[in-house]
């Protein structure tokens, strides 16, 4: 994996390429590949798409609109680690959505974020990375920026 910093100066427009087989993510700038990143993509059942993207919008303190906890009043969990689409809402609670620091979407639903690697595919379909790698790819990306994620 390569560990390297963004320069100052950087020329060529920015891509990501997504692997994954290696579970890794590239930053580019043109052909040059700047930044390197460990990666956890969507587990069985919840795959990550692949293809051809081009980032959609980005949200520094996204929060997930699926997956999350129900707590109650005081703020405390009653449910954790719940499906809103699958899991009723106990009554008197309300739905907090995990957390997805530097969300970069790509594609409606799925986007890179900072979170969990615990060393396999484990998302729910999103490309989870380290907070500093997700920050960094975060700031150095744009609304349309090409996103290729490959099996």
């Not at 052909?31 to 390197?36: D, F, G, I, N, Y």
């Not at 980005?58 to 707590?71: A, F, I, M, P, T």
Request: aromatic content about 10%; overall charge positive.
């Amino acid at each position: 994996m390569v560990a390297t910093h963004l320069p100052n100066r950087h020329s060529g427009r920015p891509s990501v390429v997504v692997s994954l087989r290696t579970q890794e993510a590239y930053l580019y700038r043109g052909e040059k590949r700047v930044a390197a990143s460990r990666i956890s993509s969507g587990r069985e059942g919840h795959r990550t798409p692949t293809g051809r993207f081009r980032v959609l919008r980005k949200d520094e303190d996204h929060r997930s609109n699926l997956y999350g906890d129900y707590v109650n009043g005081q703020g405390r969990v009653v449910k954790p680690n719940v499906d809103v689409r699958r899991q009723q809402k106990p009554r008197g609670s309300r739905f907090v959505g995990a957390p997805m620091p530097f969300y970069v979407e790509f594609s409606p639903s799925y986007g890179l974020h900072a979170g969990y690697l615990p060393g396999e595919p484990a998302s729910h379909g999103c490309i989870r990375m380290p907070y500093w790698r997700a920050r960094q790819f975060y700031r150095a990306i744009r609304r349309g920026t090409p996103v290729t994620v490959k099996r």
